[in-house]
């Protein structure tokens, strides 16, 4: 018996089975959930190979999360695919243009480049919500991805500033849908490596970071620890959590320089 089973989860962002959507979509099946996975773009065709690996394979679906269109017509592809209540939802979207938006070009991105990254990583949070909040009731819970926005990280830039904006909207989002006993929340996870690591010119700096400072250590190349977190706040194990950020990084953003 599992703490999701009977549970219906969506989940966005599978790419390589390194990602930690991917690895939600497994701990999520192993605790007992059905599992459907979207992807958009390039990310569809490495989406549907991938989750061949899960038992069972998931159902996949296109999705551009910032498709006000695609958003509206989700509840209409999921009751045809038999999903006729969502329980828990799993954000794992981002993105930055590496080259104009990232790597130290902070300074020089213009606002065109701030806008698609902070559509595609903050306000489709919020949107993603609302897409499928019809199918959601008391008891659901929304659970995105963050990578702690507290302070400054080397070569993040603007992606950075998005991840701000989504802790914010986390915030928010409880406040609007708690009434309705629906819980919103934010895992901060780690480095780990994934394709969207790759993505950020210097990351790789990150995991010196973390093996210096994280007390309880870190393996950025195991998603495990961050999944395991989401399947618990999908889970009727934090019926009272709500607007949180919890972190999953061994321990670092408790530490000092």
């Given at each position: 018996m599992g703490i999701l089973d009977g549970k219906n989860i969506l989940v966005t962002g599978v790419t390589m089975?390194?990602?930690?959507a991917y690895k939600v979509a497994e701990v999520a099946e192993q605790q007992g959930a059905?599992?459907?996975?979207t992807a958009f773009g390039r990310a569809l065709r490495l989406a549907t190979k991938v989750v061949q690996k899960l038992d069972p394979v998931p159902q996949v679906i296109e999705l551009?999360?910032?498709n006000a269109d695609e958003l509206a017509a989700l509840p209409g592809k999921l009751r045809e695919l038999g999903f006729d209540h969502v329980d828990g939802v799993l954000h794992s979207i981002a993105f930055a243009n590496p080259e104009?938006?990232?790597g130290g070009a902070f300074l020089k991105t213009g606002w065109d480049d701030v806008a698609v990254s902070l559509h595609t990583s903050t306000y489709s949070y919020v949107s993603l919500a609302m897409g499928v909040r019809e199918l959601m009731s008391a008891g659901s819970s929304v659970v995105g991805l963050t990578f702690d926005a507290s302070v400054?990280?080397?070569?993040?830039?603007?992606m950075g500033v998005a991840k701000a904006g989504l802790e914010s909207a986390n915030r928010y989002l409880a406040r609007y849908l708690g009434p309705?006993?629906?819980s919103s929340n934010l895992v901060a996870a780690g480095p780990i490596d994934s394709i969207a690591k790759t993505a950020i010119p210097g990351a790789n700096s990150f995991n010196d970071i973390w093996t210096e400072r994280a007390p309880l250590g870190w393996d950025a190349k195991d998603a495990t620890p961050v999944a395991n977190a989401v399947c618990a706040l999908f889970s009727d194990l934090f019926t009272a959590t709500?607007?949180?950020?919890i972190h999953v990084d061994g321990g670092l953003a408790s530490t000092g320089a």
């Open positions: 089975n390194t990602s930690i059905t599992v459907i996975v551009d999360a910032s104009r938006a990232l400054s990280w080397p070569s993040y830039d603007w309705d006993q629906i709500t607007g949180e950020i």
